[in-house]
């Protein structure tokens, strides 16, 4: 099925660690957002693209760094994991289109850093 | 500074009667705004949105009404069934830019049998 797809979709990492939190649609959207939700909060924008080669920042970017080569993939990297960023973390993409303002997220990545 | 707010953590009704949402916003440049149910370990869902220039749209049991001019709006279910249980996400974007949707913290819906 047409989507946005997270993996991995749980992973614990010690502190100091990195990882890649990976990304993909194929619905050839051009808008691509990272969220984080904490407990009893709303979701936060990391960082989103509108654009393959077009990276901007959101709300809360640090820690975290993006790419976007391909209109497909819009991976997350965590570089040195802190346990603030014990999260649940969603990606989404945006096509404009029809009354649904065209987003669509993924399942989430649960991460907890110890 | 939240520029979305819901200010009820959490609400309970009775199956067959009616929720209400209530969602407020601060930012007037906001002028497209969208309702998202989240089940657990799930992504959230797209449910019904309203742009600035209406006050009311329906679908099926879903309606969401706007008043601009006190930055509020609200979603009623009329009636509620149990699956509507799920957390309910208030969201405001202003459109022509980069489309970023900005949240409210979320209201918790339970529906009682």
């Known amino acids: 099925n047409a989507g946005v797809t997270q993996t991995p979709k749980f992973r614990i990492l010690k502190i100091g660690q990195s990882m890649t939190l990976q990304c993909a649609q194929d619905m050839n959207h051009n808008y691509m957002y990272w969220y984080r939700q904490d407990p009893g909060m709303g979701l936060k924008l990391i960082y989103y693209s509108v654009g393959a080669g077009i990276t901007d920042k959101g709300e809360v970017p640090n820690g975290y760094n993006v790419s976007r080569s391909t209109t497909e993939d819009f991976p997350l990297r965590l570089e040195l994991a802190a346990p603030s960023q014990t999260s649940v973390y969603f990606c989404?993409?945006?096509?404009?289109?029809?009354?649904?303002?065209?987003?669509?997220f993924g399942s989430g990545t649960r991460l907890t850093v110890v | 500074d939240q520029q979305v707010k819901q200010n009820s953590p959490s609400l309970s009704v009775q199956e067959g009667r009616i929720s209400i949402l209530n969602c407020d916003y601060t930012n007037s440049m906001f002028d497209y705004f969208l309702w998202y149910k989240k089940y657990p370990a799930e992504g959230p869902t797209f449910l019904i949105s309203i742009s600035s220039i209406k006050d009311k749209n329906e679908d099926g049991r879903f309606t969401v009404f706007l008043n601009k001019s006190a930055k509020h709006l609200s979603l009623h279910i009329v009636p509620s069934q149990p699956g509507d249980s799920a957390v309910y996400f208030c969201a405001a974007v202003t459109q022509g830019g980069s489309e970023k949707l900005v949240f409210g913290k979320g209201t918790k819906l339970t529906v009682n049998p």
């Open positions: 989404a993409s945006n096509g404009r289109t029809g009354e649904d303002y065209g987003y669509t």
